[in-house]
């Protein structure tokens, strides 16, 4: 039987020990319709090297041995943990309320550039976009090389979840942000909380993935179970499917049902709206996902990793 051809894809992302990010790249892996050509790990929910080990440690529990991991931005383009100590007390500060480690090198924007002049891909940005921004900074015509970005990020609608009104992955480096949706990258699709709102999921969900034959079902216990949101603390607990819908918007667009192009910047003005989302009157465009059929999402994310 002829296989279809695994289309390419590059993964930047912030994995937490087993975090929505993991989820979203065990998805792509067990879907069987992409060939992964690396993954850079950008500071975010947790610092980058953390998240590097991270990354690594979930292909492993794959046997997935090919596929390239590099070290990226260890801080933000400007926001710093003593800034976001100056913010109202926010839920979650992710890497900013972790020890800052060593600096190391980082290899994870030279290895975009070369391997995007190498094959134009699709690019998932699922963590802050600050490597995506140093990218375009250093060879701004990889632009044109990346078919689409898209985008775990922002709120465009509804509140943020980590001020008022941002959202956590643009709330961590806005002016990153507002780079990359500025840019002339040609086609960026945005999977906001607009849409992550909308598919919650209860213990059911949980009890059916750490029931199945997945090889991270023990980690995912743990984290899910005991970490955020906690089922196993909380029965009732409630979570929301938010890097893992990016994860399903490629392995089948048709789970989305409604979109909006809007020309969108970010908010750099530290403070209570600093990475908040603007709809501007004119510039680049982005396609902002605002409907997704949330039990079809949910399946998805159900069968794939059970
Ligand atoms: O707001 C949700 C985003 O913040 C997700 O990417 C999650 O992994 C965290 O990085
Ligand atoms: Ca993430």
């Known amino acids: 039987m002829l296989l279809a051809a695994q289309e390419p894809i590059l993964i930047d992302c912030d994995p937490g020990r087993f975090t929505d990010d993991n989820a979203a790249i065990a998805m792509l892996v067990r879907s069987g319709k992409f060939k992964i050509a690396g993954i850079t790990v950008v500071a975010g929910n947790v610092w980058a090297n953390e998240g ?3 990354a690594r440690a979930t292909l492993n529990m794959m046997d997935v041995e090919d596929v390239p991991v590099h070290l990226g931005a260890q801080q933000p383009l400007r926001h710093t943990a ?25 290899t994870a924007v030279d290895f975009l550039i070369e391997t995007l002049e190498k094959q134009p891909m699709t690019v998932l940005a699922i963590g802050p976009l600050t490597n995506i921004a140093q990218a375009l900074q250093k060879k701004p015509s990889i632009a044109g090389r990346i078919k ?16 008022k009104t941002a959202e956590f992955n643009f709330w961590f480096d806005p002016e990153a942000a507002r780079q990359v949706l500025e840019s002339a990258i040609p086609r960026k699709v945005l999977v906001g909380l607009d849409v992550c709102n909308q598919v919650a999921y209860g213990k059911d969900v949980f009890d059916a993935i750490v029931t199945g034959k997945a090889p991270f079902r023990h980690i995912f216990r743990e984290q899910f179970g005991y970490g955020f949101p906690g089922f196993l603390k909380d029965p009732k607990a409630k979570a929301y499917l938010w890097d893992e819908l990016v994860a399903a918007y490629l392995i089948d667009p048709s789970v989305f049902t409604k979109s909006e192009e809007l020309a969108l910047s970010v908010d750099e003005t530290f403070g209570e709206r600093y990475g908040a989302v603007r709809i501007q009157p004119s510039g680049a465009i982005t396609t902002v996902l605002l409907q997704v059929d949330a039990q079809r999402a949910l399946n998805m994310y159900r069968d794939l990793l059970k």
């Open 82 to 106: 003593e800034m976001a100590q100056k913010e109202k007390p926010l839920e979650f500060a992710g890497a900013f309320d972790l020890r800052r480690p060593r600096a190391e090198k980082e």
């Open 52 to 54: 590097l080990r991270n």
């Open 148 to 163: 689409q970005l898209v985008i775990m990020g922002g709120a465009v609608r509804v509140p943020g979840n980590s001020n």
